[in-house]
């Protein structure tokens, strides 16, 4: 098998003690940034960018420490779900409705190792599965023109307005927004400004860190600010009793895991999904195939291992058409693109063949991480714990001023600063609004992508349009780019979860 | 009038695509040129927003929860502060900058006025101590060099 051969060297690359060092502090960073309320994988990794990039390190060190703060963070997620009934981030969302209930039975301890365990398997499996299916995905990609490039990039739009919000007009007015913010600046092909309003900083374009450290971390201080810091951090009074599950229960839960994992994996690979749909198909499925004696919701340890492993294998899922075509499907992948883009990486087919090294070295490094996220998740599981007790009063200017740090850092400047506050102030206004943010920021990232390839198309066709429609492979992308827009209008109502449209959604972060 | 807010957002999105058709217009054609030029793809982007506008305009959710005239103005002053915050950065050099403004913030988050004081003083120190000693990130200097 070539990707085994691959992922060989990979684990070369990635077994040297720098590298393993980076893992070890991005796992532990991440565990904590997940569980911490408010803070979860995509605004903890958004604010650590600039700092990971001023800090100078290699491509491939900084993606192993960016994507083990990823990986540590859907781990984390679960401890406030289960302790505080107060999901650490959306994903986390569906364990709270077992997680909790046997916390407050007294067994805390055993959901927090069956979760963890749970996030393994999840985790592990899908990583597996990012190593088979990537490849692949890779080949055909390899045919795509830029026809083929514009028609996917609209079809991620298409799908992450339809599946994962609410309403579509309004993806679409922050998939519109973002490309907008986008546009701003020079022209890259004829050199002329654009939406500058003759101001010189704007020619430059707005950097998509700016915006995304403004939209996802300093909106959620203000999200706090509103709520005057309720949601205390507890004095952590239940009792986390043993955290190793005893072994009928984890003979009891594994098919949960199995399940939640294969589900959880489709859900991350399709564009527009994410870890939080992961979650709670995994959930819903469980529930409807094993909810026979009614004890879902009442602190059934099948209803934690279920959408643990899903979210964590929604996670590795949407690795792989991030990595494979550069198209993210989640926030998080979205912020991870971010980061490549960051360090000069163009993900897509391209990556593989150009740079096999930062793909496997990175692939194989969540492995690592993986594998050091359970050694420290079972027995340490109370000690994370212990960080919920920070209350969020200092935990979040803290938040607000290291992402100033982090964006001063980057560029020095006065201005950036004050467009990075407007972008915390829009985060604000759009999340009251319930206008999706994800889609803003893919289309900040995306933006100049899929004009270029739009252009560049047109430039081979000569302004013919309908060469973007031309080949096989770009008429399926435009109708699954129709059907994953206007499908879920029709079928939307079981696709998203009910708890997600209640109150408890509004303060938690997109995944 | 029920759902306004969502009506507002919706008459602010056809004035943010009228805006951007008006700003596409006037950009200046350069004498390089491809068969599609620079005001093609914004000019789609424009009617994207404008019909989202218009189908937020008509269809609007719930109204959702707005907090108190005075959490808004909590929000607003907090947004004053950092504006200023960025403003006085190179000037006051960042230790003292950022104990002031994660003061004022921890304070407002329902923390007596002198632990609050202290909460900024620990948490400036805290961050220049990791980020500017430690991992040697370049921090605004001020006068007096921290």
């Known amino acids: 098998m070539d990707a085994l051969g691959h992922l060989w060297e990979g684990f070369a690359i990635a077994l040297t003690w720098q590298n393993l060092g980076l893992a070890f502090v991005g796992c532990l960073l991440g565990t904590i940034i997940g569980a911490l309320p408010g803070l979860g994988p995509s605004n903890g990794v958004a604010i650590l960018i600039p700092l990971v990039f001023t800090l100078g390190l ?48 007294g067994q805390a301890g055993e959901a927090l190792a069956i979760s963890g365990i749970a996030s393994f398997v999840g985790a592990f499996f899908a990583t597996w599965g990012l190593v088979f299916l990537a490849p692949q995905l890779v080949r055909v990609a390899l045919l795509f023109g830029p026809a083929e490039y514009f028609a996917l990039f609209t079809l991620a739009f298409a799908t992450l307005g339809g599946v994962a919000s609410r309403n579509q007009a309004k993806a679409a007015l922050a ?62 009074r239940t009792r986390i009793g043993r955290t190793i599950p005893p072994a009928t229960m984890l003979r009891q839960t594994s098919g949960s895991m199995a399940r939640g994992t294969i589900l959880g994996f489709v859900a991350g ?9 992961g979650s709670f198909i995994a959930y819903t499925f469980e529930k409807r195939l094993k909810d026979r004696g009614g004890t879902f919701g009442r602190g059934d340890p099948r209803g934690v291992a279920a959408p643990e492993a899903g979210n964590n294998a929604a996670a590795g ?37 150009s740079n096999p090294d930062v793909v496997w070295g990175l692939i194989a490094a969540l492995f690592i991480g993986n594998i050091m996220l359970l050694i420290l998740n079972i027995p340490m599981a109370g000690l994370f714990a212990r960080v919920l007790m920070i209350p969020p009063r200092y935990l979040m200017p803290a938040v607000a001023m290291i992402s100033f740090v982090g964006i001063y850092g980057v560029s020095g400047s006065t201005f950036d600063l004050l467009v990075m506050i407007a972008f915390g102030v829009l985060g604000w206004v759009l999340r009251k609004l319930d206008v999706p943010l994800v889609p803003v920021i893919l289309g900040v990232l995306l933006g100049d992508q899929m004009e270029k390839n739009l252009r560049r198309a047109m430039t081979i066709s000569d302004g013919d349009l309908a060469a973007l429609f031309a080949s096989p492979l770009s008429i399926g992308l435009w109708s699954a780019a129709v059907i994953g827009f206007i499908l879920p209008l029709l079928i939307g109502r079981y696709l998203r979860p009910r708890v997600a449209d209640s109150q408890k959604a509004e303060g938690s972060d997109p995944d | ?14 004035l943010i695509a009228a805006l951007m058709l008006w700003q596409t217009s006037v950009i200046q ?28 305009l ?24 950092m504006i200023a915050y960025a403003q006085l950065l190179p000037m006051a050099g960042f230790v003292l900058a950022t104990s002031v403004a994660a003061a004022y913030l921890v304070w407002r988050l329902e923390t007596p006025p002198l632990r609050a004081m202290v909460a900024g003083i620990v948490i400036s120190l805290a961050i220049y ?16 060099g921290f």
């Open chain 1, 58 to 105: 290699p491509a491939t060190p900084a993606l192993i420490l960016l994507t083990s703060v990823y990986y540590g963070a859907m781990y984390g997620g679960r401890i406030s779900s289960i302790l505080l009934n107060i999901p650490g981030d959306e994903p986390a969302l569906m364990t709270t409705l077992d997680g909790y209930p046997m916390a407050r039975s």
């Open chain 1, 269 to 277: 690979v399709l564009p527009g999904a994410g870890a939080s749909l």
């Open chain 2, 58 to 81: 008509l269809r609007p959710d719930a109204e959702p929860s707005w907090p108190g005239f005075g959490r808004i103005v909590e929000i607003a002053l907090a947004a004053a502060v």
């Open chain 1, 175 to 236: 998939a519109g927004l973002g490309l907008g913010i986008a546009m701003i600046g020079v022209d890259g092909q004829t050199g002329v400004p654009r939406f500058s309003f003759g101001i010189v900083h704007f020619y430059d374009g707005i950097n998509f860190l700016v915006a995304i450290v403004g939209l996802f971390a300093l909106s959620e201080v203000f999200i706090f600010l509103e709520h005057r810091g309720s949601g205390e951090g507890t004095d952590s």
């Open chain 1, 317 to 353: 899922g949407a690795l792989v058409p991030m990595l494979a075509l550069g198209v993210p499907g989640s926030g998080t992948t979205a912020v991870l693109l971010a980061m490549l883009l960051a360090l000069n990486i163009q993900p897509g087919p391209l990556l593989f063949q």
């Open chain 2, 129 to 144: 101590a990791v980020f500017g000693r430690i991992l040697g990130l370049s921090l605004a200097k001020g006068p007096w």
């Open chain 2, 1 to 14: 009038m029920q759902n306004l807010s969502d009506r507002i957002l919706g008459a602010c999105a056809i």
């Open chain 2, 29 to 56: 054609e350069s004498f390089i040129q491809d068969p599609l030029g620079p005001k093609a793809f914004p000019t789609v982007i424009a009617i994207v927003i404008g019909i989202a506008g218009v189908a937020i």
